[in-house]
């Protein structure tokens, strides 16, 4: 019971200092990583632990599919080589810098790649809470959703082989196989997960327990992928893109906006305890420490977070100036702006994969308490540094704005209101006519960059014609014409207005 009431007294307290981080207009992220603080300084604070393995499938595969649901595989191919040297080149620079960093200090290599895996990859979750305030290029902003799912399956891969060389004493050469097939198999795995679950869901549309098997599926597919030595993060990135593609026709509206809302509270939660997991640990490892170790520990996690910084600002800005000049030779092409590179630089906060990796580093494994120690500082030093000053910086950068968001938006609306006019057919009744009226309403609202809201008692028509509207939807993004942010953000107003067009026992929720 003492545990119980120690995660609760935890989630009160994040909830206060969340509430008072909205009044101040400080990212959620920054300010749980200060309560993290807060509760480690805490004299009464309970010791609450967590098994190793259990800290990735628990926290990250979650958070994963949550990202990867809403990502099309299409920006992977259109943006692939600012992804790749995001994803890839700047994982591997960072880890080798750290690892460099380390064994100079003393540690031994495996712990120094270890250490280099678990602070190499941003997450991006922590800078979309600040992105939303300010104005960046749709461009940049799909890449860095991008490489917060690409980069997490490098860094784990990197982490995994350098946690096998210390435990079982094998060197690069004997793992070079597992390094090579695990990718490959965890993407294949994960799109024939995802192809099943599609295939199961039918069965359960309309119940709870179709909620509950979302969880079960997801983290079954990392649970599985583990087991069998494959990508676990790839298998749920391709487990979750599979089922974005074929869910959207075989879910119903309510299951959708229930799913939807549980996801969120979900991933929200874990993000709160997996930083107050990480600020007890700390606690725990400063108190072992004798005074002079204390300093030196301090000394080293500031220097990890120096490195850090330093290679992903040096990287992305070298990598924009030889993207430029490829572009003028040959004459075409994205030309990545200076602005763009220093923004895309400063995104580099780290988050709960970095906290999930420390945490999952298995007992006994060489200078743990320092790589920890190491890691908790860096994404706190990331999320104050950077997550404090990232808005003023953008603003600062002073991007033009960009409309294509909107355009599209305005674009596919207006593809459905003209499905729905079609649906209507020739109908002269009272509520055809009712619904033309609404529709050139709605029409000239979209027309003007308007959200159009629908309004009106023709239930059974409405629901026709937002079927009508559903599928030419569909039928659009299977085209390409529309990215996925606006997919969602159409499908997300269709459903709402679905809901509000039928009577309450339609979409009833059953326990079973």
Not at 247 to 256: F, I
Not at 469 to 492: N, P, S, T
């Amino acid at each position: 019971m003492s545990l119980f009431e120690s995660m609760l007294t935890l989630m009160l307290a994040a909830i206060v200092l969340l509430q008072l981080s909205r009044h101040l207009a400080v990212p959620y992220p920054t300010m749980l990583a200060v309560a993290g603080v807060g509760v480690a300084a805490l004299p009464w604070a309970p010791r609450i632990a967590i098994e190793p393995h259990l800290a990735l499938a628990l926290f990250i595969a979650p958070a994963l599919l949550d990202a990867a649901f809403d990502f099309a595989p299409r920006e992977l191919r259109r943006h692939w080589a600012p992804l790749f040297a995001l994803a890839a080149v700047a994982v591997l620079l960072t880890t080798a810098a750290v690892a460099t960093l380390s064994v100079w200090w003393g540690l031994p290599l495996a712990a120094g790649i270890a250490l280099g895996a678990i602070v190499a990859p941003p997450d991006a979750a922590a800078a979309t809470t600040i992105l939303r305030q300010v104005s960046l290029p749709r461009t940049t902003t799909l890449v860095l959703q991008g490489e917060s799912l690409l980069n997490d399956a490098a860094a784990l891969l990197i982490f995994s082989a350098a946690v096998a060389m210390a435990t079982t004493g094998d060197g690069l050469a004997g793992l070079a196989p597992w390094l090579l097939l695990a990718p490959v198999g965890g993407v294949i795995g994960g799109a024939l997960a995802g192809a099943a679950y599609v295939g199961i869901l039918p069965l359960l549309a309309g119940t709870l327990g179709g909620t509950l098997f979302e969880f079960v599926s997801t983290f079954g597919v990392w649970i599985v992928a583990e087991r069998a030595g494959l990508s676990p993060i790839l298998a749920v990135v391709a487990f979750a893109m599979m089922v974005a593609r074929g869910a959207p026709e075989r879910h119903s509206p309510r299951d959708r906006v229930r799913s939807y809302s549980v996801w969120e509270a979900v991933v929200f939660l874990l993000n709160v305890t997996a930083f107050l997991l990480m600020g007890l640990q700390s606690r725990e490892i400063v108190s072992r420490l004798p005074a002079n170790e204390l300093w030196e520990a301090a000394l080293f996690a500031l220097a990890v977070f120096v490195v850090v910084v330093v290679v992903r600002f040096a990287w992305v800005m070298g990598y924009g100036a030889l993207a430029r000049l490829v572009a003028r030779w040959r004459g075409r092409g994205p030309k990545p702006t200076v602005a763009q590179g220093i923004a895309v630089s400063w995104c580099g906060m780290r988050g709960l994969v970095t906290l999930a990796t420390a945490l999952a580093l298995p007992p006994g494994f060489p200078e743990r308490d320092l790589i920890a120690l190491a890691a908790f500082a860096t994404v706190l030093g990331t999320l104050v540094g950077q997550g404090l000053t990232l808005a003023p910086l953008i603003r600062l950068l002073r991007f033009e704005r960009d409309g294509a968001y909107e355009e599209e938006l305005t674009k596919a609306r207006l593809e459905l209101l003209d499905a729905g006019d079609v649906a209507l057919g020739e109908g002269d009744g009272e509520a055809a006519r009712w619904l033309r009226r609404e529709f050139a309403a709605s029409r000239t609202a979209a027309e003007a960059g308007r959200h159009p809201r629908a309004e009106g008692d023709a239930d059974e028509l409405r629901r026709a014609v937002l079927a009508a509207k559903r599928r030419r939807l569909m039928e659009l993004r299977r085209r390409g014409e529309i990215g996925d942010d606006v997919f969602h953000a159409l499908e997300e107003e269709l459903d709402w207005a679905e809901l509000a067009a039928s009577p309450p026992d339609r979409f009833q929720a059953l326990e079973v």
